[in-house]
C-alpha cells in the first residue's frame, strides 16, 4: 500500500519560472524530532533531569520524546493547510483545495489529537494496559509539541471535520501515526516504573511541558532551517529518511550556538580577573564558600563599585566547573547596563569555558554585542512564501533573533536587560525557548532593589521556575530591603518544593545570605567589610533653588571640573540642557536619557565611559556637563568630579552617589595608580535638588516642585523620609546603608498626616501591581496549557507597568526611498539599531504618506521590520530646513488620537515639535 503521508507537503517555497519546492511533511517531521533528540544527547543536564522526573532510562526518553516531536505538525495533514498551495497538492495528490485556512495547524493538530487519535490510541492500546490513566499525563506531551508555535494552542475548536475534509487526510495521518510508533515505541516496555505510576507520571509532565514546549520551539526552528535540512521532495522509506535526518541534526546542533559548553577546570580568582590584584571581602568570601551542587539562592549587598560582578562571576565559575551549572544570564536593569556588561565579559567569557573564544572580539562595543548575537542561533533562509498563511518557522526565528538581547539568552553565556529573563514566565510567545535558555545556568540580577511591585512579582515566578529546574540564582545589590529580600527566598524555596526560609534579622552591612536546597532550614548569613577604597562618607547638600544648583555648576564647570546632573524625568532633562545650550559647545554639553535609537544610545553610552571612564583623564573630563536621567545611576562605570541629583528614594539617591568621585584621581582628575593613595578632589560632595524641607508636607509637597515626576516616584512619604535623611548632611557608606533603607522602605515607617493618602495610594498600586504579576506570569503547576488566557506577542509582553509604550523604529526619505535611520549591512540590525521606546501617549501609532507611491514605498519598508509592523510604528523623517521631521499619533487622556509632530537629533534624541510640549 502506497504511503499517502508522502503526498502531503511540510515545507514550501514561492514559485519561481514554474519550479515548485517543497519539503514532505513526514521528513520536516522527521527533521525537528532528530533535532530535539540531538539538543538532548547534547544537553545532558536536561536529559538527566527529565529521565529523573519521569523515571526513563536514557534509551526510553529519546524514544519517548522522538514520538511527540515527530506528531508537532500533525495539523498540517488538514486539507485546510495543504490547499494554501494548490498548486503543490495539485501535483502530490492530483486535487485542489476550496477550502480556506481559518485555523491555525498548531491548533488542528491538537483537537485532531483529542478528538480522533486519544480515542483510537486508547481502544488500541497504544500505551500498553494503562493507556486510559496515562491519557491525562499524554495531553501535557500533546499540548507542548503542538504549542511550538510560541504558546500553547487553542482549545476552543472542537471539530476538525471541516479542515480534515478529505478521507485521505484520515488515511495518510494514521499511516504515519503508525510508521512513528513503530519507528519510535516498539521496544517500549510498557510495563516499567514510569508507565505504572500513572500518577507521578501525570505530575512529572505537567511540570515538565514548560520546558518540552521549549525544545519543541527549538527543533521546530532548527529543523526548518535549509541550511542543515534541504528540501527533498523524493519519495524514500520514513526509517532511511530518519537515519539521515539524525546525521544533519547533529551538525545542526553543533553548529547554532546554544548547546552547554565545557567549563574550565577551576581557577583562582587572580587568575580569572588578572587586573584586580587583591580581592575584596565579598571577593574572598566568593573564592573559598563551600558550595553545594544543587540549587542555591546568594543575595550579596555591598556598596556600589565594591566588585559585587566580578563576585558573582567567581561564585558562577566555581558552580560551573564544579558541574552545578552550565552557563550563566545576567540580567540586568536598564539597555544601558546590559550593553556596558557586554563590554565587561568581553575580557572575562574567555576564562571561564575550554571554548568559544571565537566569541569575544577586542574591537568596539557595537560590534560586540552585534558579533555575540550573531553567533547564535542563525535563522537560515526565509521561504518568504506570501501564499501560506501560516507564519513560517524560519520567519518566527529570524524575527525573534533580530533582538540581540533575545539571542543572549540562549548563549551559554549572556548578558541582557532582565526583561528578557522575565518574559520565560510572563504569558507571551515563545516564553518556553526563554525558559528553556535559562535551564540550569546560573541567574545572575543586578540592581536587584530597581524591580518595583510588579516586576517583582514576575521575578519571584521566574526564581520559582529556575529552581524547580536545577537552577541556582546570585542576586546583587547595594541595597536590598528586608521585605523583599524575604519574598525573593520564599519563591527561590518554593520553587525547591520547601517552606519559606525564616530570615534571620540583620543590621549589619555588607551582608551575604545564602540558602540551599539540601539545607531547606537554614539561611546563612555572613557580615564582610567592604573594600577601604569605597568606604567613606559623601557630604549631602540639600537646596530647593534650581537657580542655585545652575550658578553652582558654573562655577564648578569654570573651576575645570567635571559635572552630572541626575534629573528624574526627560522632560526636565531637556529644559536643564536648554538652561546651558547657549554657553556649552556640544563637546562640553552631553545629553544622557533613554529617548535615543539603540545606535544612538550605544554611541552615547561610549562618550560618556571614554570621558568619564576608568581610564579618563584630566584632559577629557575638564569642564564637561551631563545631564542625565536614571539610565546614569546603575552599573554603568563612570564618574563626575561633582554631582546633583533630584529628589528620588533613598536607594535611587544611594546609587548616583556611588557614581561621584567613584575612581580614585588627584586633584586635576587624573587616575592614581595606587588605589591606596588618598583621593586628591574636595571631599565628594552630593547636592540634592527637592522640595523645600517642612517637617509637616501637605498632600502636594513633592507634586508642586516636581510636577513632571509625579508619577516616577509615586510613594512621596518615602520621598520625605529620603529628605529627612538628606538634612542629617553626610552618607556614611557602608555604615548608614541598613539604617536608611529600612527607614525609608520597612513596611512599620510612619509617614506625615500630610501624606498619608498619597502614601497609601502609593501601597495599593503596589498591591494591584502584585495582582497583575500574578494574572500575567504563567501557572507552573498548571502546565502548558492554554486556558482562554490572552497571550501577548514579543514586543507586547509586559515585563514592567506604568504607563503603555511603543517600539518607535525611525527611518528617512532618501530620494524615492525610505532607509533606516542608522546605517548597517544587514537590514535587521538597521532596524534595530534605528528603534527608540516612547510611552504611548507621545507615539501610539503611524501616518501613512498621503502620496500613493510613497505609501506603497512605505508599506513595502514596514514589511522588512523584524514584526513586519505589527507592533512597532513606523516614523518616517524628512529634511525640514535643518532638522529631520516625522509625523506620528499620540493618545491623550480619553484615548483620542492626535497627529504630533516629532523632531530627531542625535545630540537630543526624540523631541516633540514644538519643544517643551511633552
Same mark, same amino acid.
Given at each position: 500500500?502506497?504511503?499517502?503521508?508522502?503526498?502531503?507537503?511540510?515545507?514550501?517555497?514561492?514559485?519561481?519560472?514554474?519550479?515548485?519546492?517543497?519539503?514532505?511533511?513526514?521528513?520536516?517531521?522527521?527533521?525537528?524530532?532528530?533535532?530535539?533528540?540531538?539538543?538532548?544527547?547534547?544537553?545532558?543536564?536536561?536529559?538527566?533531569?527529565?529521565?529523573?522526573?519521569?523515571?526513563?532510562?536514557?534509551?526510553?526518553?529519546?524514544?519517548?520524546?522522538?514520538?511527540?516531536?515527530?506528531?508537532?505538525?500533525?495539523?498540517?495533514?488538514?486539507?485546510?493547510?495543504?490547499?494554501?498551495?494548490?498548486?503543490?497538492?495539485?501535483?502530490?495528490?492530483?486535487?485542489?483545495?476550496?477550502?480556506?485556512?481559518?485555523?491555525?495547524?498548531?491548533?488542528?493538530?491538537?483537537?485532531?489529537?483529542?478528538?480522533?487519535?486519544?480515542?483510537?490510541?486508547?481502544?488500541?492500546?497504544?500505551?500498553?494496559?494503562?493507556?486510559?490513566?496515562?491519557?491525562?499525563?499524554?495531553?501535557?506531551?500533546?499540548?507542548?509539541?503542538?504549542?511550538?508555535?510560541?504558546?500553547?494552542?487553542?482549545?476552543?475548536?472542537?471539530?476538525?471535520?471541516?479542515?480534515?475534509?478529505?478521507?485521505?487526510? +484520515?488515511?495518510?495521518?494514521?499511516?504515519?501515526?503508525? +510508521?512513528?510508533?513503530?519507528?519510535?515505541?516498539?521496544?517500549?516496555?510498557?510495563?516499567?516504573?514510569?508507565?505504572?505510576?500513572?500518577?507521578?507520571?501525570?505530575?512529572?509532565?505537567?511540570?515538565?511541558?514548560?520546558?518540552?514546549?521549549?525544545?519543541?520551539?527549538?527543533?521546530?526552528?532548527?529543523?526548518?532551517?535549509?541550511?542543515?535540512?534541504?528540501?527533498?521532495?523524493?519519495?524514500?522509506?520514513?526509517?532511511?529518511?530518519?537515519?539521515?535526518?539524525?546525521?544533519?541534526?547533529?551538525?545542526?546542533? *553543533?553548529?547554532?550556538?546554544?548547546?552547554?559548553?565545557?567549563?574550565?577546570?577551576?581557577?583562582?580568582?587572580?587568575?580569572?580577573?588578572?587586573?584586580?590584584?587583591?580581592?575584596?571581602?565579598?571577593?574572598?568570601?566568593?573564592?573559598?564558600?563551600?558550595?553545594?551542587?544543587?540549587?542555591?539562592?546568594?543575595?550579596?549587598?555591598?556598596?556600589?563599585?565594591?566588585?559585587?560582578?566580578?563576585?558573582?562571576?567567581?561564585?558562577?565559575?566555581?558552580?560551573?566547573?564544579?558541574?552545578?551549572?552550565?552557563?550563566?544570564?545576567?540580567?540586568?536593569?536598564?539597555?544601558?547596563?546590559?550593553?556596558?556588561?557586554?563590554?565587561?565579559?568581553?575580557?572575562?567569557?574567555?576564562?571561564?569555558?575550554?571554548?568559544?573564544?571565537?566569541?569575544?572580539?577586542?574591537?568596539?562595543?557595537?560590534?560586540?554585542?552585534?558579533?555575540?548575537?550573531?553567533?547564535?542561533?542563525?535563522?537560515?533562509?526565509?521561504?518568504?512564501?506570501?501564499?501560506?498563511?501560516?507564519?513560517?518557522?524560519?520567519?518566527?526565528?529570524?524575527?525573534?533573533?533580530?533582538? +540581540?538581547?533575545?539571542?543572549?539568552?540562549?548563549?551559554?553565556?549572556?548578558?541582557?536587560?532582565?526583561?528578557?529573563?522575565?518574559?520565560?514566565?510572563?504569558?507571551?510567545?515563545?516564553?518556553?525557548?526563554?525558559?528553556?535558555?535559562?535551564?540550569?545556568?546560573?541567574?545572575?540580577?543586578?540592581?536587584?532593589?530597581?524591580?518595583?511591585?510588579?516586576?517583582?512579582?514576575?521575578?519571584?515566578?521566574? %526564581?520559582?521556575?529556575?529552581?524547580?529546574?536545577?537552577?541556582?540564582?546570585?542576586?546583587?545589590?547595594?541595597?536590598?530591603?528586608?521585605?523583599?529580600?524575604?519574598? %525573593?527566598?520564599?519563591?527561590?524555596?518554593?520553587?525547591? @518544593?520547601?517552606?519559606?526560609?525564616?530570615?534571620?534579622?540583620?543590621?549589619?552591612?555588607?551582608?551575604?545570605?545564602?540558602?540551599?536546597?539540601?539545607?531547606?532550614?537554614?539561611?546563612?548569613? @555572613?557580615?564582610?567589610?567592604?573594600?577601604?577604597?569605597?568606604?567613606?562618607?559623601?557630604?549631602?547638600?540639600?537646596?530647593?533653588?534650581?537657580?542655585?544648583?545652575?550658578?553652582?555648576?558654573?562655577?564648578?564647570?569654570?573651576?575645570?571640573?567635571?559635572?552630572?546632573?541626575?534629573?528624574?524625568?526627560?522632560?526636565?532633562?531637556?529644559?536643564?540642557?536648554?538652561?546651558?545650550?547657549?554657553? %556649552?559647545?556640544?563637546?562640553?554639553?552631553?545629553?544622557?536619557?533613554?529617548?535615543?535609537?539603540?545606535?544612538?544610545?550605544?554611541?552615547?553610552?561610549?562618550?560618556?565611559?571614554?570621558?568619564?571612564?576608568?581610564?579618563?583623564?584630566?584632559?577629557?573630563?575638564?569642564?564637561?556637563?551631563?545631564?542625565?536621567?536614571?539610565?546614569?545611576?546603575?552599573?554603568?562605570?563612570?564618574?563626575?568630579?561633582?554631582?546633583?541629583?533630584?529628589?528620588?528614594?533613598?536607594?535611587?539617591?544611594?546609587?548616583?552617589?556611588? @557614581?561621584?568621585?567613584? +575612581?580614585?584621581?588627584?586633584?586635576?582628575?587624573?587616575?592614581?595608580?595606587?588605589?591606596?593613595?588618598?583621593?586628591?578632589?574636595?571631599?565628594?560632595?552630593?547636592?540634592?535638588?527637592?522640595?523645600?524641607?517642612?517637617? *509637616?508636607?501637605?498632600?502636594?509637597?513633592?507634586?508642586?516642585?516636581?510636577?513632571?515626576?509625579?508619577?516616577?516616584?509615586?510613594?512621596?512619604?518615602?520621598?520625605?523620609?529620603?529628605?529627612?535623611?538628606?538634612?542629617?548632611?553626610?552618607?556614611?557608606?557602608?555604615?548608614?546603608?541598613?539604617?536608611?533603607?529600612?527607614?525609608?522602605?520597612?513596611?512599620?515607617?510612619?509617614?506625615?498626616?500630610?501624606?498619608?493618602?498619597?502614601?497609601?495610594?502609593?501601597?495599593?498600586?503596589?498591591?494591584?501591581?502584585?495582582?497583575?504579576?500574578?494574572?500575567?506570569?504563567?501557572?507552573?503547576?498548571?502546565?502548558?496549557?492554554?486556558?482562554?488566557?490572552?497571550?501577548?506577542?514579543?514586543?507586547?509582553?509586559?515585563?514592567?507597568?506604568?504607563?503603555?509604550?511603543?517600539?518607535?523604529?525611525?527611518?528617512?526619505?532618501?530620494?524615492?526611498?525610505?532607509?533606516?535611520?542608522?546605517?548597517?549591512?544587514?537590514?535587521?540590525?538597521?532596524?534595530?539599531?534605528?528603534?527608540?521606546?516612547?510611552?504611548?501617549?507621545?507615539?501610539?501609532?503611524?501616518?501613512?504618506? *498621503?502620496?500613493?507611491?510613497?505609501?506603497?514605498?512605505?508599506?513595502?519598508?514596514?514589511?522588512?521590520?523584524?514584526?513586519?509592523?505589527?507592533?512597532?510604528?513606523?516614523?518616517?523623517?524628512?529634511?525640514?530646513?535643518?532638522?529631520?521631521?516625522?509625523?506620528?499619533?499620540?493618545?491623550?487622556?480619553? *484615548?483620542? %488620537?492626535?497627529?504630533?509632530?516629532?523632531?530627531?537629533?542625535?545630540?537630543?534624541?526624540?523631541?516633540? @515639535?514644538?519643544?517643551?510640549?511633552?
Amino acid at each position: 500500500m502506497a504511503d499517502l503521508s508522502l503526498k502531503y507537503w511540510g515545507k514550501a517555497k514561492p514559485s519561481k519560472n514554474g519550479s515548485i519546492g517543497w519539503h514532505l511533511l513526514p521528513y520536516h517531521c522527521l527533521d525537528v524530532a532528530a533535532c530535539g533528540v540531538a539538543y538532548l544527547r547534547r544537553a545532558s543536564s536536561l536529559r538527566r533531569l527529565l529521565c529523573a522526573r519521569l523515571a526513563m532510562n536514557a534509551e526510553q526518553l529519546e524514544g519517548w520524546v522522538a514520538f511527540w516531536l515527530v506528531l508537532h505538525d500533525l495539523g498540517k495533514f488538514a486539507t485546510t493547510f495543504q490547499g494554501q498551495r494548490n498548486d503543490i497538492l495539485l501535483k502530490l495528490q492530483g486535487r485542489e483545495s476550496r477550502h480556506g485556512y481559518s485555523i491555525r495547524h498548531d491548533t488542528l493538530g491538537l483537537v485532531y489529537w483529542s478528538s480522533v487519535l486519544e480515542g483510537e490510541a486508547i481502544g488500541e492500546g497504544w500505551f500498553g494496559p494503562n493507556s486510559v490513566s496515562l491519557m491525562r499525563a499524554i495531553d501535557h506531551w500533546v499540548r507542548a509539541v503542538t504549542g511550538h508555535h510560541g504558546q500553547p494552542p487553542s482549545e476552543s475548536v472542537e471539530n476538525p471535520w471541516p479542515h480534515f475534509v478529505n478521507p485521505d487526510d +484520515h488515511r495518510a495521518i494514521r499511516q504515519f501515526v503508525d +510508521h512513528m510508533r513503530e519507528l519510535f515505541l516498539a521496544d517500549m516496555d510498557w510495563e516499567a516504573p514510569c508507565f505504572v505510576d500513572v500518577d507521578a507520571f501525570e505530575d512529572a509532565s505537567r511540570e515538565l511541558s514548560w520546558w518540552i514546549a521549549g525544545v519543541a520551539v527549538l527543533a521546530d526552528w532548527v529543523g526548518s532551517n535549509q541550511d542543515y535540512f534541504p528540501y527533498r521532495d523524493d519519495e524514500v522509506s520514513l526509517a532511511e529518511y530518519w537515519t539521515r535526518a539524525q546525521e544533519l541534526a547533529a551538525d545542526a546542533c *553543533e553548529a547554532i550556538g546554544v548547546l552547554p559548553v565545557e567549563a574550565r577546570q577551576r581557577a583562582t580568582f587572580i587568575e580569572l580577573f588578572p587586573t584586580l590584584t587583591q580581592p575584596s571581602p565579598l571577593q574572598a568570601w566568593a573564592s573559598e564558600v563551600s558550595l553545594h551542587d544543587g540549587p542555591q539562592i546568594h543575595l550579596l549587598e555591598d556598596v556600589t563599585g565594591a566588585g559585587k560582578t566580578e563576585a558573582a562571576m567567581m561564585l558562577t565559575h566555581r558552580l560551573m566547573s564544579a558541574g552545578a551549572a552550565d552557563g550563566f544570564f545576567i540580567g540586568l536593569p536598564t539597555m544601558a547596563t546590559a550593553n556596558a556588561m557586554y563590554g565587561r565579559l568581553s575580557h572575562f567569557y574567555v576564562r571561564l569555558f575550554e571554548g568559544l573564544a571565537s566569541l569575544v572580539l577586542a574591537n568596539g562595543q557595537r560590534e560586540l554585542v552585534e558579533a555575540f548575537a550573531a553567533s547564535v542561533l542563525s535563522p537560515g533562509p526565509a521561504e518568504h512564501d506570501q501564499a501560506q498563511g501560516d507564519e513560517t518557522a524560519s520567519a518566527r526565528c529570524t524575527a525573534w533573533l533580530a533582538d +540581540h538581547n533575545k539571542r543572549a539568552l540562549l548563549a551559554p553565556a549572556g548578558a541582557g536587560t532582565i526583561d528578557q529573563a522575565l518574559m520565560a514566565v510572563l504569558q507571551g510567545k515563545h516564553q518556553s525557548l526563554r525558559l528553556l535558555g535559562l535551564f540550569r545556568k546560573v541567574l545572575i540580577i543586578d540592581e536587584v532593589h530597581a524591580c518595583d511591585a510588579y516586576m517583582q512579582g514576575v521575578l519571584e515566578v521566574l %526564581l520559582r521556575a529556575h529552581a524547580s529546574a536545577g537552577g541556582s540564582a546570585i542576586l546583587l545589590s547595594a541595597t536590598l530591603p528586608e521585605r523583599m529580600k524575604r519574598a %525573593l527566598l520564599a519563591a527561590f524555596a518554593a520553587g525547591c @518544593r520547601h517552606d519559606p526560609p525564616e530570615l534571620p534579622v540583620e543590621a549589619d552591612y555588607p551582608l551575604i545570605t545564602s540558602w540551599r536546597a539540601d539545607q531547606p532550614r537554614q539561611v546563612a548569613t @555572613r557580615c564582610v567589610e567592604t573594600r577601604a577604597d569605597v568606604s567613606r562618607t559623601v557630604k549631602i547638600r540639600y537646596i530647593s533653588d534650581q537657580d542655585e544648583v545652575v550658578a553652582g555648576i558654573r562655577r564648578a564647570l569654570a573651576a575645570g571640573r567635571c559635572v552630572c546632573w541626575v534629573r528624574n524625568t526627560v522632560a526636565d532633562a531637556m529644559a536643564a540642557h536648554a538652561l546651558f545650550a547657549d554657553e %556649552l559647545d556640544a563637546e562640553h554639553l552631553m545629553l544622557f536619557h533613554a529617548r535615543f535609537t539603540l545606535r544612538d544610545r550605544l554611541d552615547m553610552e561610549a562618550r560618556v565611559l571614554d570621558h568619564f571612564g576608568a581610564h579618563s583623564t584630566a584632559e577629557q573630563r575638564r569642564g564637561r556637563l551631563v545631564i542625565a536621567t536614571q539610565v546614569a545611576e546603575q552599573s554603568l562605570d563612570a564618574d563626575w568630579d561633582w554631582m546633583i541629583s533630584d529628589l528620588a528614594p533613598i536607594d535611587r539617591l544611594i546609587q548616583r552617589a556611588g @557614581r561621584l568621585q567613584r +575612581h580614585r584621581r588627584d586633584a586635576w582628575g587624573n587616575r592614581l595608580a595606587d588605589s591606596a593613595e588618598p583621593d586628591g578632589r574636595d571631599q565628594p560632595c552630593l547636592w540634592v535638588l527637592g522640595p523645600a524641607w517642612t517637617e *509637616e508636607p501637605g498632600s502636594t509637597w513633592f507634586k508642586d516642585a516636581f510636577p513632571k515626576s509625579v508619577k516616577v516616584y509615586r510613594h512621596h512619604g518615602q520621598l520625605w523620609w529620603t529628605a529627612r535623611f538628606m538634612q542629617e548632611g553626610q552618607l556614611r557608606m557602608p555604615a548608614d546603608a541598613r539604617r536608611l533603607i529600612e527607614g525609608v522602605f520597612a513596611e512599620d515607617v510612619e509617614m506625615p498626616a500630610g501624606l498619608q493618602f498619597t502614601a497609601n495610594e502609593a501601597i495599593g498600586a503596589e498591591s494591584s501591581e502584585a495582582s497583575h504579576a500574578h494574572r500575567n506570569t504563567i501557572k507552573l503547576d498548571v502546565g502548558y496549557v492554554w486556558r482562554g488566557e490572552h497571550w501577548w506577542s514579543d514586543a507586547q509582553t509586559p515585563t514592567r507597568l506604568g504607563e503603555p509604550s511603543a517600539n518607535v523604529v525611525l527611518c528617512r526619505w532618501e530620494g524615492d526611498r525610505v532607509v533606516p535611520w542608522s546605517v548597517h549591512e544587514q537590514l535587521r540590525h538597521a532596524w534595530s539599531y534605528s528603534t527608540v521606546r516612547v510611552p504611548e501617549r507621545l507615539v501610539a501609532e503611524a501616518v501613512p504618506p *498621503e502620496d500613493p507611491q510613497r505609501l506603497q514605498v512605505w508599506e513595502a519598508a514596514r514589511l522588512t521590520l523584524p514584526d513586519q509592523g505589527k507592533w512597532s510604528v513606523l516614523l518616517v523623517l524628512e529634511r525640514v530646513g535643518g532638522d529631520w521631521v516625522g509625523s506620528a499619533m499620540g493618545r491623550e487622556g480619553d *484615548e483620542k %488620537l492626535v497627529v504630533r509632530q516629532w523632531v530627531y537629533d542625535g545630540r537630543f534624541g526624540l523631541l516633540a @515639535r514644538p519643544f517643551g510640549r511633552e
